[in-house]
């Protein structure tokens, strides 16, 4: 029974193109991340919800547009993919603002 | 602004001895030190965790120390085995930010 589940795992798309990842955790936590990882490992908050409540946006641009439905789901809509998008995209979720994170498996976008 | 830094980026142990990973942090307002594990195409796994109100906490052959003044912290893995290879990453956070700062990683090879 996956606590952290992202889908999809992996995603290779052309750059123009849209494209969506979604998350969704089932342990009843408020609060939900998106990291990315990058080539040399870095992981970088990219956003932050809490309760469904967008907390942080962390200077991301603006083709990076983050959903919460609900505070069980957050997903990542990607538009006008460049090379430089090419990454691993970490969801997380945790109880609190300083506790343990959760981290789902991980989707590896390959932009070509 | 805020910074974790992480040292050493990379760590040879041979099996049973064992490897010690630094960490220090800019913020004093930090409160929360978590530590991470990430294999190879894996996601990174919470392995143990630290609050400023502590000094020390181990759980079996881990352990983190936390120097305030300093603004230092570290992981310590004692009696290594292979299994122990893998990236560690430390993380800083402080209340009410919803996120965690994270140092470079620590890529650590146990040889057998």
Known sequence: ?112 | GENVEQHPSTLSVQEGDSAVIKCTYSDSASNYFPWYKQELGKRPQLIIDIRSNVGEKKDQRIAVTLNKTAKHFSLHITETQPEDSAVYFCAASKPGTYKYIFGTGTRLKVLA
């Not at chain 1, 990842?21 to 970088?44: A, P, R």
Request: glycine share 6%.
């Open chain 1, 1 to 112: 029974d996956t606590a952290v589940s992202q889908t999809p795992k992996y995603l290779v798309t052309q750059m123009g193109n849209d494209k969506s990842i979604k998350c969704e955790q089932n342990l009843g936590h408020d609060t939900m991340y998106w990291y990315k990882q990058d080539s040399k490992k870095f992981l970088k908050i990219m956003f932050s919800y809490n309760n469904k409540e967008l907390i942080i946006n962390e200077t991301v641009p603006n083709r990076f547009s983050p959903k919460s439905p609900d505070k069980a789901h957050l997903n990542l809509h990607i538009n006008s993919l460049e090379l430089g998008d090419s990454a691993v995209y970490f969801c997380a979720s945790s109880q609190g603002s300083a506790d343990g994170y959760t981290f789902g498996s991980g989707t590896r976008l390959t932009v070509v």
